[in-house]
């Protein structure tokens, strides 16, 4: 299995609700990644997991929580959106200087 | 600091032309390189790669790049475009020997004229 998965692939939120997004690999990579990316820019990273532990943090909005249960699953909590919010959500997972391994996205919207 | 900069936001080409995608890179040490492809609503995927070992790499898809330290650069090309090859392509390096940190360049969309 050489896939990053990740659910659901399209979420339309409130800016009151709670929700989740989901990633998970099976490939034994130690490092996982969330990004962001807004329409016509480039990914831009919010958090990475290596050895299931928070490594960095990109001074995201509280409003993001990410948590890794397990080395395979990586996921984002969501609470109190804004509609800038509103991007392409990336995971990735990588091994030593490999690169990483991209999933193909959830895209969000905030209304 | 380590960055990438891509020269052209949006280049154009007609089938069966050279591709010829530019990257330089900041770095003051030996930096990992890569190329990724992005296509419309969908994830990326690397093309190719370079961690120090032969300055020409091979990916995947036909695309290549040549790692060149004197001009700090890793252009991306490929011999003759295909329509398929429309997409969105980025450069990136890695901040530290583990490449567990990868910053993206801004991207440069391909478009191919039949």
């Known amino acids: 299995d050489t896939e990053v998965t990740q659910t659901p692939k399209h979420l339309v939120m409130g800016m009151t609700n709670k929700k989740s997004l989901k990633c998970e690999q099976h490939?034994?990579?130690?490092?996982m990644y969330w990004y962001k990316q807004k329409a016509k820019k480039p990914p831009e990273l919010m958090f990475v997991?290596?050895?299931?532990?928070?490594?960095i943090n990109e001074s995201v909005p509280s409003r993001f929580s990410p948590e890794c249960p397990n080395s395979s699953l990586l996921n984002l909590h969501l609470h109190a959106l804004q509609p800038e919010d509103s991007a392409l959500y990336l995971c990735?997972?990588?091994?030593?200087?490999?690169?990483?391994?991209f999933g193909s996205g959830t895209r969000l919207t905030v209304v | 600091a380590q960055s990438v900069t891509q020269l052209g936001s949006h280049v154009s080409v007609s089938e069966g032309a050279l591709v010829l995608l530019r990257c330089n890179y900041s770095s003051s040490v030996p930096p990992y390189l890569f190329w990724y492809v992005q296509y419309p609503n969908q994830g990326l995927q690397l093309l190719l790669k370079?961690?120090?070992?032969?300055?020409l790499v091979k990916g995947i898809n036909g695309f290549e790049a040549e790692f060149k330290k004197s001009e700090t650069s890793f252009h991306l090309t490929k011999p003759s475009a295909h329509m398929s090859d429309a997409a969105e392509y980025f450069c990136?390096?890695?901040?530290?020997?583990?490449?567990?940190?990868?910053?993206f360049g801004s991207g440069t969309r391909l478009s191919i004229r039949p």
């Open positions: 490939m034994g990579h130690r490092a």
């Open positions: 997991y290596s050895y299931e532990k928070l490594s």
């Open positions: 990735a997972s990588s091994q030593g200087s490999g690169g990483y391994t």
């Open positions: 370079y961690t120090s070992a032969a300055t």
């Open positions: 990136a390096v890695s901040v530290d020997s583990s490449a567990s940190k990868i910053i």
